[in-house]
């Protein structure tokens, strides 16, 4: 069974979203959220349940504190911030991040085939070598953002987080760390992204971001409570479609400003998130 809601991979950025087409109003007419509560993850195309109820036992229902267990197989399918009908592509390999030259007051972008990230097929223009020659990751090699949207009913539950590097090379496994990225997590609750109307029918009280989460360190050891969604009758607020009964959640990773003192290297991280069922 799988539990992650989303995965992110910085090298591969790949989203776990919903298996199942989307229809208008199924929190109004399912017995099971209903019934025992449940929180429903949406990326405008696709949506993914998550229920107290378990399933696999027959049994009302999972322990609170636990993870709400999904029974979908998620799909991959990332949708950025701003561009839910057009998905970013992910790297390929012998792709990576793109950066700068620096070269006094002079800065050199490089000319991009097209695909957004560093590989053969780009250049820079001529440059000579000096003292005060150095690199930096450009605009989107240094940040990244991703949203989901979420709905609920009939219960409280949180969102839980945590981070991890694998598959580290090179100079970054002794000069990165989690504690280098920044994390910024938001909530949204009403808008339209890209055509994608969304939160008419759903309401963010009691929807809190906890303090104290700056960067993926915070996110290092267990399962970390990132959000809490305290409002028990659930996001959604009456009958509706289902993108009206969602709010969306944003965050936001930054890296750190990059010099050639770093190094060079390959590293992955990974961020899973869970729902978890509350008092």
Known sequence: MNKALLR?????LAALAGAVPA??????????????????????????????????????CIAYGSPMPTYYNPIQSLRTTGTTDIPDAAPQDGEGFGFDIIDGSQVLTRNDDGDGYLDASDSFSAFTLSSETDLRLDAKGQAYSHSFWITSRNTRFSLRARASISDVSGD????????????????STSGNDNGFQYG??????????????????????????????????????????????????????RMPDYDMSMGIGEMNVDVVFDFYRER
Do not use: H, M
Request: glycine share 8%.
């Open 8 to 12: 992110l991979t910085l090298t591969s």
């Open 23 to 60: 229809s208008a109003s199924f929190l109004d007419s399912d017995f099971w959220c209903r019934t025992y509560g449940c929180a429903v993850v949406y990326d405008s195309q696709s949506y993914e349940i998550y229920d107290n109820y378990q399933f696999a036992t027959g049994r009302c």
């Open 172 to 187: 970054f496994a002794n000069t990165l760390t989690l504690g280098d990225i920044k994390l910024d997590t938001n909530v």
């Open 200 to 253: 008419s029918d759903a309401t963010g009280q009691n929807v809190t971001i906890l303090n104290g989460i700056d960067d993926l360190g915070d996110l290092a050891s267990n399962p970390t409570r990132l959000i809490n969604f305290g409002r028990f009758s659930g996001v959604r607020t009456r009958n509706g479609d289902l993108a009206d009964q969602t709010i969306r959640i944003d965050f936001n990773y």
